[in-house]
């Protein structure tokens, strides 16, 4: 009998390891409720993590979704948390304020882009290329009845859209390397970025006041697939985080109170 209990609770483990294995992220379930709409963003709008010493750590995010109506109406949503595994945590934890998947005109991407980048800035239908006279430097800017794309997707956070930096982009998306920006000790956009630290106060006060918070981060970005995708962008986080404080070497039990 105890050999039929103990294969039993084996098959249930298998069971349960199985359907997690399985289970789409939140981002794939997002797709899936949208695969009626031809224009949507996907930006991770905020991330939380808990660590237990005799618990499985907990990994959370929230996103904003973004759609563009027939009528070329956007609008815009706030997701509730989910709870995602620590491999997807790590997959998107530089990526706060980033679009982490997009359909333009019903073709989609999940390769990770500046916010308004994938779909609209350098799009005629949106808007236009202005120069600026006194410096000759090319930026975008959004037609009047567009004006609040700049708004909805926190662009004023990270200053202006130059041609060059979009270039920059265009060449790095066509190779499959997502797009940070800046120099890389200061990356423009993405968690370490200044424009983050504006846009989302409470992510910035828990990298900033719980250093097991700003650790758990800082090692994800380091485990992170898309480390070598990104370029200098490694770089760029390590030196950034002076942003936040020093930290510590070790992690810690973290509280995640600042992001509830």
Request: with cysteine.
């Amino acid at each position: 009998m105890r050999k039929i209990l103990a294969f039993i609770s084996f098959l249930f483990l298998i069971s349960c390891t199985s359907q997690e294995t399985f289970k789409k992220n939140p981002v794939d379930q997002l797709i899936v409720s949208m695969s009626n709409v031809n224009n949507f963003t996907i930006i991770l709008q905020d991330m939380d993590a808990e660590e237990h010493l005799f618990s499985s750590d907990h990994y959370r995010q929230k996103f904003k979704v973004i759609t563009m109506g027939a009528d070329s109406i956007p609008q815009t949503k706030e997701t509730e948390w989910y709870e995602v595994s620590e491999t997807f945590f790590n997959l998107h934890s530089g990526d706060i304020g980033m679009e982490v998947a997009s359909k333009v005109d019903g073709k989609l991407s999940k390769q990770v882009s500046p916010p308004g980048y994938s779909g609209y800035v350098g799009n005629s239908q949106y808007g236009e290329w202005k120069t600026n006279p006194s410096t000759g430097t090319s930026f975008w800017e959004f037609y009047g009845r567009y004006a609040m794309m700049r708004s909805i997707f926190g662009m004023g956070y990270y200053g202006p859209v130059y041609r060059s930096s979009y270039m920059n982009y265009r060449g790095y998306h066509s190779s499959g390397r997502n797009y940070y920006g800046g120099s890389s000790g200061s990356p423009r956009y993405g968690s370490y970025s200044s424009g983050a630290q504006k846009s989302n106060p409470s992510f910035s006060r828990r990298m900033s006041t719980s250093s097991s918070f700003r650790n758990t981060v800082g090692n994800s970005v380091s485990r992170s697939p898309a480390r070598t995708a990104a370029g200098s962008r490694a770089s760029g986080y390590k030196s950034s985080t002076s942003r936040y404080g020093s930290g510590s070497s070790s992690r810690s039990r973290s509280s995640s109170s600042g992001g509830k």
